[in-house]
């Protein structure tokens, strides 16, 4: 898979992770298991940009005795979302151009 195609999805996917409640790095590649493979270098590399572009906060909280780095989606991170959707059907679109049954070749 193309590279930034990968990390704009990883982006996205990691977004979706938080954007129904505040989460935490072990969680989030345990929500995100069932759907693709995340390293935890690559996670904390996503979160660092998503944070940067201000589409999550991060705050620091104590959990059994030991600090905790929670993340929280902005309102920023839900826009994003909201245009990934948009732009998917555009993808589909074309996904089913080259992918259509009975496609003549030459």
Do not use: N
């Not at 930034?4 to 989030?28: F, P, T």
């Not at 590399?45 to 780095?69: F, N, Q, S, Y």
């Amino acid at each position: 898979m193309d590279a930034q195609l990968k990390r704009g999805l990883l982006d996205i996917c990691v977004l979706a992770a938080i954007k129904d409640e505040d989460s935490y790095g072990y969680k989030i590649i345990k929500d995100l298991k069932p759907y693709t493979e995340l390293s935890e270098s690559t996670l904390y590399t996503i979160l660092k940009r998503l944070e940067a572009a201000e589409m999550l906060t991060v705050r620091t909280a104590e959990h059994e005795g030991r600090l905790r780095k929670y993340y929280r989606i902005t309102a920023v991170g839900m826009r994003r979302i909201e245009e990934f959707r948009q732009e998917w059907e555009d993808v589909m679109k074309i996904y089913r151009f080259v992918t259509k049954e009975g496609q003549a070749y030459e």
